[in-house]
Each structure stands twice: as structure tokens, then as C-alpha cells.
């Protein structure tokens, strides 16, 4: 399987704190994607970082990339009970459109 | 922004029967459109490539003749489930490729539950 995989896969922090979610993939890619989905619903795209790229900020969101050891992390600061929701990394396959997605983390922010 | 519409959102069907998902890219052309079915507290795991006027590229261990895709426009592409069983119960969701640009807009999903 191409999945990547994420960790850890569920996280539980009190409001305030620092959240970071790790992604790990296995082939060469373009891009990058982090994505929030909330129970049930849709998915919302975060951040793309392309694979010239080391880290990109959106807000309260920090991305890195490391291409030599194919992973990626997503950093979300001091974080509220309404960033709760999983959260997964897509990866597209070199040479297509198609994303391939993590694992996903379960993040859990207590009020 | 560009915006992907599923329809229906949530549906419900009978074993045995089939059922339609469609995807939509609303104010772009999608030449390309993916598939992809979601389990409760799993990942998104790819389905299917659909190609506008051409036969979809179905992933490694999906059943194309269980999961019919039909790209007839330019701005719609469809996911039939066929003789949907229970174990078929799921989260599809759909993406475009918008063709300026380049860019992946997912759809909102389509809850399939089949009693």
C-alpha cells in the first residue's frame, strides 16, 4: 500500500497547548496537503507545501517538510476545543493528480 | 473559491439495490475527478480515477463492475454502487482536478448506508 502513515494517531491536549502531528509517506512527490475533517463531514484543506519547499505558515498553523526523509509535520499552536477534528496528510503520486492520504491523527482539545 | 457539490449527502438504500453519487465541479471544468470511500475512524483510501470521455482507472482491489463511474461532462462525474450490500456502507468522497490552474477541490462527501 502507498498510504502514509501518521502519528501519532490520536492526541489529546488541554486548550492553550501545542499540537503536533507527524506524517510520514513512502514515494517521491510534488506536494504535500494537510486536511481537517470534523466528524462526519467534508474535508478542509489547510495547507500545501511543495517538495521545494521546508515550511509554510497559515495563522496558527506551522508545516514542514523533509523530502530526504519523506515526512511532513503540522504544527497547530495554542490550540482551542474547535481545532478538535482528525486531521491527515495527501501526498500526490508523482506524475498523476491522485493524493494519496495518511492515516490520519485524532486530535482531541479539552476546554 | 471553486466549489465540488456531492449529491446526495446522505442516502439510504435496501440491500440489493443501487444507488448514484454524484460530483459536480460548480464553476469549473474538471477533466479529472477521483474517488474516494472513507470507513468509520479510517482514512480516505482511493477508489477510482475518473476521466472525462474515457473509462475510469479503478485502484488495485476495487471492483469496477460493483462501482460503475460515468464522467460524461465536463463538469460531472457519477459513482453508481450496484447491488450495494451492507458491508458497502461508507463515506464517498469525491475530488476535481480543476484544468487551470491545476488544483485538487474535494467534495463535501455522501453518506451510503445500506440496510
Redesign the interface.
Same mark, same amino acid.
Given at each position: 500500500s502507498q $498510504?502514509g502513515e501518521e502519528d501519532p494517531q490520536a492526541l489529546s491536549i488541554q486548550e492553550g497547548e501545542n499540537a503536533t502531528m507527524n506524517c510520514s509517506y513512502k514515494t517521491s512527490i510534488n506536494n504535500l $496537503?494537510w &486536511?481537517r475533517q470534523n466528524s462526519? /463531514?467534508?474535508?478542509v484543506?489547510l495547507i500545501l507545501i511543495r517538495s521545494n519547499e521546508r515550511e509554510k505558515h497559515s495563522g496558527r498553523l506551522r508545516v514542514t517538510l523533509d523530502t530526504s526523509k519523506k515526512s511532513s509535520s503540522l504544527l497547530i499552536t495554542a490550540s482551542r476545543a474547535a481545532d478538535t477534528a482528525s486531521y491527515?496528510c495527501?501526498t500526490d503520486v508523482r506524475g @498523476? &493528480?491522485? &493524493?494519496?492520504?495518511? @492515516?490520519?491523527t /485524532?486530535l482531541k482539545v479539552l476546554a | 473559491g471553486a466549489v465540488v457539490s456531492q449529491h446526495p449527502s446522505w442516502v439510504i438504500c435496501k440491500s440489493g439495490t443501487s444507488v448514484k453519487i454524484e460530483c459536480r465541479s460548480l464553476d469549473f471544468q474538471a477533466t479529472?475527478m477521483?474517488w474516494?470511500r472513507q470507513f468509520p475512524?479510517? %482514512? *480516505?483510501? *482511493?477508489m477510482a480515477?475518473s476521466n472525462e470521455g474515457s473509462k475510469a482507472t479503478y485502484e488495485q482491489g476495487v471492483e469496477k463492475d460493483k462501482f460503475l463511474i460515468n464522467h460524461a461532462s465536463l463538469t460531472l462525474s457519477t459513482l453508481t454502487v450496484t447491488s450495494a450490500h451492507p458491508e458497502d456502507s461508507s463515506?464517498y468522497?469525491c %475530488?476535481a *482536478?480543476r484544468s487551470s490552474g491545476?488544483t485538487?477541490y474535494?467534495?463535501?462527501?455522501s453518506?451510503l448506508t445500506v440496510v
Amino acid at each position: 500500500s502507498q $498510504q502514509g502513515e501518521e502519528d501519532p494517531q490520536a492526541l489529546s491536549i488541554q486548550e492553550g497547548e501545542n499540537a503536533t502531528m507527524n506524517c510520514s509517506y513512502k514515494t517521491s512527490i510534488n506536494n504535500l $496537503q494537510w &486536511y481537517r475533517q470534523n466528524s462526519g /463531514r467534508g474535508l478542509v484543506h489547510l495547507i500545501l507545501i511543495r517538495s521545494n519547499e521546508r515550511e509554510k505558515h497559515s495563522g496558527r498553523l506551522r508545516v514542514t517538510l523533509d523530502t530526504s526523509k519523506k515526512s511532513s509535520s503540522l504544527l497547530i499552536t495554542a490550540s482551542r476545543a474547535a481545532d478538535t477534528a482528525s486531521y491527515f496528510c495527501a501526498t500526490d503520486v508523482r506524475g @498523476t &493528480y491522485k &493524493y494519496i492520504f495518511g @492515516t490520519g491523527t /485524532r486530535l482531541k482539545v479539552l476546554a | 473559491g471553486a466549489v465540488v457539490s456531492q449529491h446526495p449527502s446522505w442516502v439510504i438504500c435496501k440491500s440489493g439495490t443501487s444507488v448514484k453519487i454524484e460530483c459536480r465541479s460548480l464553476d469549473f471544468q474538471a477533466t479529472t475527478m477521483f474517488w474516494y470511500r472513507q470507513f468509520p475512524k479510517q %482514512s *480516505l483510501m *482511493l477508489m477510482a480515477t475518473s476521466n472525462e470521455g474515457s473509462k475510469a482507472t479503478y485502484e488495485q482491489g476495487v471492483e469496477k463492475d460493483k462501482f460503475l463511474i460515468n464522467h460524461a461532462s465536463l463538469t460531472l462525474s457519477t459513482l453508481t454502487v450496484t447491488s450495494a450490500h451492507p458491508e458497502d456502507s461508507s463515506f464517498y468522497i469525491c %475530488s476535481a *482536478l480543476r484544468s487551470s490552474g491545476n488544483t485538487i477541490y474535494f467534495g463535501e462527501g455522501s453518506w451510503l448506508t445500506v440496510v
